[in-house]
């Protein structure tokens, strides 16, 4: 019943619960522009940086240790992305004329996913729903792509 009369929380609650929307609704279109205008491969390594920003971002707003083996692990995690995707800009191989706002779009995008994780941990911690969560993301997801989709060209279904 909590759920059907709060959707959204109320309280401390509601302010994460908003947070979380509008964090991934923006990340969403971040991570998108990122991919419709850079090569697959730096675009790719560019978003799998949140796991660096994400320990750090948990060390200054929630208090977590952070432990070698934390480091380790998300350095081991990245690197093996960035030879996963193998970019352009380490690799070479690209035409070079790849935007800057496509790489700006990029980091943001992983500060976004990686705000994101802190949140829901947040969140958690001050018992928020998972349904809340989800509604949000969901909502400001459309709302956002509705509003600045049309900006991003033409859409249309994959082709063969």
Do not use: N
């Not at 994460?16 to 991570?31: E, K, P, S, T």
């Not at 998108?32 to 796991?51: E, F, K, Q, R």
């Not at 070079?96 to 947040?122: F, V």
């Amino acid at each position: 019943e909590r759920l059907i009369r709060h959707p959204f929380g109320t309280g401390a609650a509601q302010k994460l619960v908003w947070m979380r929307g509008i964090i991934g609704g923006a990340g969403f279109l971040l991570d998108y522009h990122c991919m419709s205008v850079l090569p697959l491969g730096d675009a790719i390594t560019l978003m799998s940086l949140y796991p660096i920003v994400t320990i750090i971002l948990a060390r200054i707003f929630l208090g977590e240790e952070i432990k070698p083996m934390h480091v380790a692990v998300t350095v081991a995690s990245v690197v093996g992305a960035v030879f996963i995707a193998q970019p352009t800009f380490l690799f070479g191989g690209g035409t070079g004329d790849a935007p800057t706002l496509g790489y700006i779009t990029g980091l943001l995008g992983s500060l976004c996913l990686a705000s994101i994780l802190i949140l829901i941990r947040k969140a958690g911690q001050v018992g928020v729903h998972t349904f809340q969560l989800l509604l949000s993301w969901a909502l400001f997801g459309i709302l956002f792509s509705l509003v600045f989709g049309p900006y991003e060209g033409t859409w249309s279904l994959p082709k063969d």
